[in-house]
C-alpha cells in the first residue's frame, strides 16, 4: 500500500513538472519570436513540411468525415421531415468543432511525433548540447521556426478540412433529393463570422501548444534510440489529451463572448 501511494505521488509530481516545463518552453518561445533573427528559410522549411506535408492526410480525412456525418445527419433528420437542416448542421458541426478537433489530433500526430524524433535525435547525439556551446540559442533555432509554421499552417490546414467535408456532404446528400446550390446557400445562411474566428483562435492555441509539448519531449529525450522512440510516443498521447482539453476551455472562454448565451 505505501510503494502505491508512493508511486502516485511520484508520478503527480513528474505530471506538475512536466507540464510546468511545458509551459516555461511555451513562454520562453513567445518571447523569442518578434526577436530577430528570423531566420526566415527555416520557417520556410518548416511550413514545406507541415503544411504541404499533411494537406493530403487532412483532405481525406476532411471528405470521409463529411460524407459520414451527413449520412447519419440525414438518417436522423429524414425521420423528423427535416432535410433542409443538414447543411447548417453540417457546416456549423465542422466549423466549431469538427474541423479544429480533427485537424488538431492529426497534426498532433503526424507533425508532433515528427518534432520530438527530430528533436529527441538531436539530443541524444549532443547536438543541441554543441549548438549550446556554441552560443547558439537551442529555443530559437529549433522551436522557434516550428511554432511559427504551426501558427501559420494550422487555421489553413483547418480551411481545407473545412471545405472538404462540405463538399463530402454535398456528394452524400445529392442522392437524396438535396441540391448542391441549396445545401451551400443555407450552410452559408447559418455560418458568421465569428465561427470562424473560433476556429481560427483553437488552431492557433493549437498549433503554439502541439509545437511546445513536442520540442518538450524531444529535447528531454535520453537513453538513445528507445528514448527518443518513447518520447515521440508521449508527444502523441499528451498532445492529443491537450487538444481536446484545450478545446473545451477554449469553449468555454469564447462561447459566453461570441455566440451570446450563458454558461
Known amino acids: 500500500m505505501k510503494g502505491s501511494v508512493e508511486n502516485l505521488g511520484s508520478a503527480v509530481v513528474e505530471g506538475i513538472d512536466r507540464l510546468g516545463g511545458m509551459l516555461r518552453l ?3 518561445t513567445l518571447r523569442r519570436m518578434p526577436s530577430p533573427p528570423y531566420r526566415v528559410r527555416l520557417i520556410l522549411n518548416q511550413l514545406d513540411q507541415i503544411g504541404f506535408g499533411s494537406i493530403f492526410i487532412v483532405s481525406l480525412t476532411g471528405f470521409f468525415t463529411g460524407m459520414v456525418f451527413a449520412l447519419n ?3 436522423a433528420l429524414t425521420e423528423l421531415q427535416a432535410e433542409g437542416m443538414v447543411a447548417p448542421s453540417m457546416t456549423l458541426a465542422l466549423t466549431r468543432e469538427l474541423g479544429p478537433i480533427l485537424t488538431g489530433l492529426l497534426v498532433a500526430g503526424r507533425t508532433g511525433s515528427a518534432i520530438a524524433t527530430e528533436l ?5 547525439t549532443e547536438q ?7 552560443g547558439v540559442d537551442p529555443v530559437k ?3 522557434v521556426p516550428r511554432a511559427i509554421a504551426l501558427v501559420i499552417c494550422m487555421p489553413l ?3 481545407i478540412f473545412i471545405f472538404t467535408g462540405i463538399y463530402g456532404s454535398i456528394i452524400a446528400a445529392e442522392p437524396f433529393g438535396i441540391n448542391a446550390a441549396l445545401f451551400i446557400q443555407e450552410a452559408l445562411r ?3 463570422a465569428n465561427d470562424v474566428l473560433i476556429g481560427v483562435i483553437k488552431m492557433v492555441a493549437f498549433g503554439l501548444m502541439i509545437s511546445a509539448v513536442a520540442a518538450y519531449e524531444g529535447m528531454r529525450a535520453r537513453g538513445g534510440a528507445k528514448g ?3 518520447s515521440a510516443t508521449r508527444s502523441v498521447v499528451i498532445t492529443s489529451l491537450m487538444v481536446l482539453a484545450l478545446d473545451w476551455i477554449l469553449m468555454l472562454m469564447l462561447a459566453p463572448v461570441m455566440l451570446g448565451f450563458d454558461l
Open 73 to 75: 445527419s440525414l438518417n
Open 128 to 134: 543541441i548540447d554543441a549548438m549550446e556551446m556554441m
Open 26 to 28: 511555451c513562454g520562453a
Open 141 to 143: 533555432y529549433l522551436v
Open 120 to 124: 529527441g535525435t538531436m539530443r541524444v
Open 157 to 159: 490546414l483547418n480551411a
Open 228 to 230: 527518443v522512440g518513447l
Open 190 to 192: 447559418m455560418v458568421d
